[in-house]
């Protein structure tokens, strides 16, 4: 399958409705991808905390999901939302993520479990998500986690227990820790044995650089394809079997212990 990953930038002075006319450009050059991924929060911009109320939307009626939605109909392909400020039904307000189908419709859908408090206003704007679904794909089951989420190797454990084959990551993460992204990104795909299409975000907002250096790793650990540090378009193919065949050559995950902390100490 032939993947694009749209790293993007979302500059201070660009309007929401600006960029979200951007990225829709953008994705519809891509058309013969199978699959198109977008950054964390790309159409609001990460680090604009004090705007998030302002810019928040909802999966049925935004902007955002009804331009990919629009995208991933006519090109009849997989759009990843990347992921928005999701204002929900009860008002809180969560990062959440969307995969659509070819029809527009929701394939995958999470809200950030680790909402990120250094140096960041995150974790207390944002409410943390509960649930951890997989889904089933035409190419393979499917996660998707954001972000921050890619430091905390239990949530990636459970992901694979539930059969996860290729995960997706949206990001916006900084440029000051872009060799962290590099090795997560790799170590995750290596130790579950699973497809990471890493979109990160670029550019700089409200001072901070982003990283960029989107990847698409293989389960194998191979980086079939990485990105530099600006707006960009990575492009890859994937064979969504080799996880399978990895697996059934190197059984790593066969060989994992159930419970670790039945051991003794």
């Known amino acids: 399958m032939d993947i694009s990953l749209v790293q993007l930038s979302s500059p201070d002075s660009e309007t929401q409705a600006e960029r979200i006319d951007r990225a829709e450009a953008i994705l ?23 705007q998030y109320p302002d810019l ?56 950030k479990i680790h909402v990120f408090g250094y140096q960041s206003l995150e974790a207390g704007l944002l409410t943390p998500g509960a649930s951890l679904p997989v889904a089933a794909a035409p190419f393979g089951r499917v996660a998707g986690i954001t972000c921050y989420d890619l430091r905390f190797p239990g949530l990636w454990s459970e992901l694979s227990v539930r059969g996860a084959e290729i995960v997706i990551v949206p990001a916006a993460w900084p440029a000051a820790r872009r060799e962290h992204w590099r090795l997560l990104t790799s170590a995750r795909a290596v130790e579950h044995q699973v497809f990471v299409l890493a979109c990160n975000a670029a550019g700089v907002q409200e001072g901070v650089e982003l ?22 378009v990575l492009r890859a193919s994937i064979d969504p079997s080799l996880v399978q065949t990895t697996r059934d050559e190197f059984p790593v995950i066969a060989d994992r212990l159930p419970d670790y902390a039945s051991l003794s100490h």
């Open 211 to 232: 990283g960029g250096a989107s990847r698409v790793v293989d389960p194998t650990g191979r980086v079939l394809a990485e990105a530099g540090d600006g707006d960009e």
């Open 56 to 111: 928040s939307e909802t999966l049925e009626g935004g902007a955002t999901v009804a331009m990919c939605a629009a995208v991933a109909r006519d090109l009849r392909a997989h759009v990843h939302v990347g992921s928005i400020v999701e204002r929900a039904a009860h008002g809180a307000l969560r990062n959440t993520s969307v995969l659509l189908g070819p029809d527009g419709s929701v394939v995958h859908e999470y809200s």
């Open 28 to 50: 519809r050059a891509q058309a013969g991808a199978d699959l198109m991924v977008l950054p964390e929060l790309w159409s609001a911009g990460y680090f604009h905390f004090d």
